[in-house]
């Protein structure tokens, strides 16, 4: 089993670096915006993908989503992001690797300041105190990479058991697989109950927006797709990528000025309207209008 492992991932490995041979130099990828086809790209396997997506389904309404659920009703939320704050906290420096395979050596940068700050001052990541400090979050992968080099998405492709994914991601995620550090752990029971931890995790992280897709969506496949499509190829873009507006250190670290809404010009402005109208109140005034065109008409059978 584990030549077979190793055999699949050299293979992996060995496409990834053929596909990534034609990409363009790093610079001029940095100095240019990324133009990518994942949200354009036709769901030419949509049958496979349907099957699988209804197989993933299953197995989470019958085994992890009740599971989120009672860890969610029996740990405390203080613990749960403490948890949360752990894994995300172990996936800076590989977050970093990928910055610096992208050129973006200051969002490298960033990422390094960010992992020693939470580690250490905040406890392998239970609290943020890199947030605190005003250093930026970035989350990168090598499909991501990939992206950033020129490497077309290719279709969509629901995976079993994984989830929403492209071709190209689904080539990466074995180097992905590879550089979490829970695989590094020798001893099996500590290994797979971090893995298992880190899965619950992930799944109560996502109640709240799978209870919505649940409730709004005609189909759930469709609108499941369509918003990680969406999603993906803003993380490949770099739309949250800002690091002129955060430094490296925390001792030059700028604080936000809130937004002030000027509500005395809104509120003027709305008795301007009021008394051009004759109307004191707009929200009683038509719920009174309402009120009115409910009413039977005189002589009408109700």
């Known amino acids: ?17 053929l596909v990534s ?25 949509e049958a496979f993908n349907r099957g699988a997506f209804q197989f993933n389904d299953g197995w989470d309404q019958v085994m992890f989503k009740p599971i989120a659920k009672g860890y969610q009703k029996i740990v405390p939320a203080g613990s ?14 590989y977050t970093a ?22 580690t250490t001052v905040g406890v392998g990541g239970c609290v943020d105190m890199a947030s605190k400090w005003h250093i930026p979050k ?31 991601d689904a080539l990466a995620k074995p180097i992905d697989f590879i550089a979490d550090p829970i695989g590094y752990v020798r001893a099996i029971k500590i290994r797979n109950s971090l893995r298992g931890l880190k899965l619950v995790d992930t799944r109560t992280s996502l109640l709240e927006t799978l209870e919505f897709v649940d409730d709004v969506a005609f189909d759930r496949y469709s609108m499941t797709r369509d918003a990680w499509l969406q999603k993906r190829e803003a993380d490949v873009r ?19 000025e809130p937004v002030v809404h000027n509500e005395p010009e809104v509120n003027k402005a709305s008795l301007e309207v009021n ?8 929200l009683a005034e038509a ?10 008409v005189a002589g009408e059978k109700k």
Not at 97 to 118: E, S, T
């Open 1 to 17: 089993m584990n030549t077979l492992m190793r055999q699949w991932l050299l293979g992996a490995s060995l496409i990834l670096t």
């Open 21 to 45: 041979s034609h990409a363009q130099s790093t610079d001029a990828l940095v100095n240019s915006p990324v133009v990518d086809d994942v949200v354009l790209t036709h769901d030419r396997f």
């Open 80 to 93: 749960r992001g403490c948890v949360h704050g752990f894994f995300e906290n172990l996936s800076v420096p």
């Open 97 to 118: 690797l990928n910055n610096v395979l992208q050129g973006k050596f200051k969002a490298a940068g960033q990422d390094v300041c960010r992992f020693v700050v939470n």
């Open 138 to 168: 970035h989350e990168e992968d090598f499909g991501q990479t990939l992206g950033k080099w020129g490497v077309p998405s290719g279709p969509f492709v629901m995976l079993p058991g994984l989830g929403p994914s492209t071709l190209r």
């Open 238 to 256: 770099d739309e949250d990528y800002a690091p002129d507006e955060a430094p490296l250190a925390s001792g030059e670290a700028t604080p936000v």
């Open 275 to 282: 008394a051009v109208t004759g109307v004191s109140d707009p």
């Open 287 to 296: 719920e009174r209008l309402a009120k009115q065109l409910t009413k039977p």
